[in-house]
Every structure is written in structure tokens, then in C-alpha cells.
């Protein structure tokens, strides 16, 4: 008996482990996507969920019923190399306008768990057309059935909105295209990870209108002011914020540097306590934490938790990327955008039959342009107001060693 208690005690906490990854890489996790995934996640439902909020102060919400597990993470960093995307063709980012319609469409959604493209549409207009700050949703423009679009496209890949009848894209081009919608109105609202619902800010009233300040949806109470060191507050809430606020960054970011940590986060580091908490916190997620003089770095030894893969051959911006990072390296100082780009020349010029959707006017720019991109978002260079990119203290794990040969 004790050795199949062993056993199960041994596969409980790989379970448990597994799931945390599962949710850091996909805060949405849903049983249509990921079966097997949402059902670890379901079965250690609460472990996974003490976890999260005793380590990150992030809650989780499971609903075996809906089929989705919701990893609420909020942060008062957002990330702009991972915004919304396109599902279609470019998969090119959200601009300024579709993040408007999603709002709006994510509002008008919740008025009932069924409905039509084109009586949505209707109420979208109506009620962009009420808000003075909002330019009005015109269905008769193609581009503006396009932003509508990807909206709802976006919306049906989260499983928030289901088409049971017709195709979402033919709207594009025939306004009067019918399809018809099943509305998780759940699942909808708990797409907003914000502790303090937008309804909840009011703006200034005076004569002239200034939009309420975002990052007031991301304040949580239980921390006091806690994050300002002069602040006077209880040892527990600093405390607490320490705790969640390193784990946050280390299990959050690619590489965390301690340049951009503050005081009291690198003396939580380097506290006995604040290290035993971090690391065991680290271990029970099945991670390994690497420290170095300038920063840390969780590493999952089985890619789970992670979104973005490097290194890794499966985009040509990757490869570029690889091949930039051996410029960057060279020098100590920020590298111009213009080196980069004779560098992505070069690769370009050397594999003619590589990389064809660069090998076009403007190529090299585009190409130059996306591989840096990928750098900036697993940590591993910056890029400067003026345009230069600067190589990062992680980048030195993937420097081309240079071995001379011995003279003979």
C-alpha cells in the first residue's frame, strides 16, 4: 500500500505541476482546443487553483459544465508583442479600430445567448453611434465589415461566441450574409481579466472630456500601496505583494533582469525566506530557476509553459533572428537598424530560394524588422526610441563560440 500510495502521491504532483504549465501558456484553456489539457486541469482542479493564488495571487476559474479553465492574469506591464491577432490570412495585429469593436461587440453580445451577425451589427452601430468618443460602426464599408470581422472570428476561437448556422467570413463581402450565434455569456465576461470592472471608472466631470485612467482597472486593494516603498502599510500586505510580484515576473516573463526589479523585490530575492518560497514555488510547478549575476530565468524542461519557442526553425523571422543575434552580440553597444538590415540582406542574398515572402522590395526591412520583434519578446534585446537594438545579458547564451585552431 505504501508504495502505491507513493505512486500516487509521485503522479498527483506531475498532474499538478503540468496543469500550472498548461494555464501560464494558455490562460484560456478550453475542452474543444485541448481536451486532455482541460481534463488534468478539471481532475486537480484544487491544487492547480491554491497554487496560483498562493504563489502569484492569480485566480482560476474552472467550469467543468462550460468546458473552459480561466487563468485570470493581471499585470500592470502589458505586453505589446503579443496582442490580438487576425485569424485571417496576415494574421496581422489588432489595430486601434478593432480593439474598439471588441469592446463593443463583446457588450452588445451579452444581451442574450443567442443572436444573428446581422442584428449584432445593428446594435453595435446603435451603440457606437450613442458614445461620442466612439466613430460610428458603418456596415456599408467593406474595411469596416472586415474589422467586424476579425472581431467576431477572434471571439469564436476563445469559444465565447459559437456560429451554429452559416460562415462568419462571408459577411465580408454580403452585408445581408446570415449567420447565426450561440453567445457564452460566462465565458464572455470572464474574458476581462481586471480587477476593477471598466464600469467602475469614472471619468472627471468637467467641461473637457479626459478618458479614465487604464491603469486604475488593474489596482488590487489587498496590496494597499504596498508596491511604493515609502508607503506606509502592514508587513503582510508587503509581504504578500513581494511574494506575488516576483513570482508574477519569473513565471510571466522570459527573462526577468534585475535591473528592472526594485528594492525591495531583489531583497525578497535575496532574503533566506523570499528564495525558499520563489524556489519551491519554481519546483512544484516543474520548472527549474537559473540564477545569474544579472537576472533569472525559469526554464520548463518540457517547452510547455511557454507561447513562443526559441530557439526554434519554424518561422523564418526565428531564423533571422538567430542570425541577428550573432550581429548584436559583437557589439557592446546599440547596433543601427540599418546594419540589421544589410544583415537580413545578406541572409537573403545567400538563400535565394529561402524566405520567399521576403524576397521582395522592402524584404530585407520587413524581414530585419520581424526578427528583432521576436528578440524583444523572449528578452533578449531592446529596442531604442531611435531605432537601434541593443543585445541583452541573455543573448550571451546563444553568442556563436569562436574556437581557434591550434597552429599545427
Not at 446581422?118 to 453595435?124: I, P, Q
Not at 544579472?294 to 511557454?306: C, F, K, N, R, S
Not at 520583434?373 to 547564451?397: I, K, M
Amino acid at each position: 500500500m505504501s508504495n502505491l500510495a507513493n505512486q500516487l502521491a509521485k503522479q498527483e504532483v506531475e498532474e499538478v505541476a503540468r496543469g500550472v504549465r498548461l494555464l501560464l501558456a494558455q490562460p484560456l484553456l478550453t475542452a474543444e482546443a485541448d481536451e486532455d489539457g482541460f481534463d488534468l486541469v478539471r481532475r486537480r482542479r484544487d491544487p492547480i487553483v491554491k497554487w496560483f493564488e498562493y504563489y502569484c495571487g492569480w485566480r482560476v476559474a474552472v467550469e467543468p459544465r462550460f468546458g473552459y479553465a480561466r487563468l485570470v492574469k493581471v499585470t500592470n506591464r502589458p505586453d505589446p508583442t503579443r496582442p490580438a491577432r487576425r485569424l485571417r490570412s496576415s494574421r496581422a495585429p489588432f489595430d486601434r479600430r478593432r480593439y474598439t469593436l471588441l469592446c463593443v461587440v463583446a457588450a452588445e453580445l451579452l444581451a442574450g445567448p443567442v443572436t444573428t451577425i446581422g442584428l449584432l451589427a445593428d446594435r453595435v452601430v446603435q451603440a457606437s453611434a450613442a458614445d461620442a468618443e466612439v466613430r460610428t460602426f458603418d456596415p456599408t464599408r467593406r474595411d469596416e465589415r472586415s474589422a467586424y470581422v476579425d472581431v467576431l472570428k477572434w471571439l469564436e476561437r476563445t469559444g465565447a461566441v459559437r456560429s451554429m448556422d452559416g460562415t462568419t467570413d462571408n459577411y465580408v463581402d454580403h452585408a445581408d450574409a446570415k449567420v447565426l450565434y450561440q453567445v457564452d455569456t460566462t465565458l464572455l465576461v470572464g474574458l476581462l481579466a481586471a480587477p476593477v470592472p471598466p464600469s467602475r471608472l469614472d471619468p472627471p466631470r468637467d467641461q473637457q472630456y479626459q478618458p479614465p485612467d487604464v491603469a486604475h482597472l488593474v489596482v488590487e486593494r489587498r496590496y494597499g500601496d504596498a508596491a511604493d516603498p515609502a508607503a506606509v502599510v502592514s508587513d503582510t500586505q508587503r509581504n504578500l505583494w513581494l511574494r506575488h510580484s516576483v513570482m508574477r515576473r519569473l513565471m510571466d516573463d522570459p527573462v526577468v533582469y534585475r535591473m528592472d526589479l526594485t528594492v525591495g523585490q531583489l531583497g525578497y530575492l535575496a532574503s533566506p525566506t523570499g528564495r525558499r518560497v520563489i524556489r519551491q514555488g519554481v519546483q512544484q510547478a516543474g520548472c527549474v530557476l537559473e540564477e545569474r549575476t544579472e537576472g533569472y530565468l525559469v526554464i520548463d524542461p518540457d517547452g510547455i509553459a511557454t507561447d513562443i519557442k526559441f530557439p526554434d526553425d519554424g518561422t523564418h523571422a526565428k531564423v533571422a533572428a538567430l542570425h541577428l543575434l550573432d550581429r548584436l552580440t559583437e557589439s557592446a553597444t546599440p547596433v543601427h537598424n540599418s546594419e540589421l538590415v544589410r544583415a537580413a540582406e545578406e541572409l537573403l542574398g545567400r538563400f535565394r530560394s529561402w524566405a520567399k515572402a521576403y524576397q521582395s522590395d522592402g524584404g530585407a526591412e520587413r524581414l530585419a524588422d520581424d526578427g528583432i520583434t521576436t528578440l524583444c519578446a523572449v528578452g533578449l534585446a531592446q529596442r531604442h526610441a531611435d531605432g537601434a537594438v541593443l543585445a541583452l545579458p541573455a543573448a550571451a547564451r546563444y553568442a556563436v563560440e569562436r574556437v581557434e585552431e591550434a597552429p599545427a
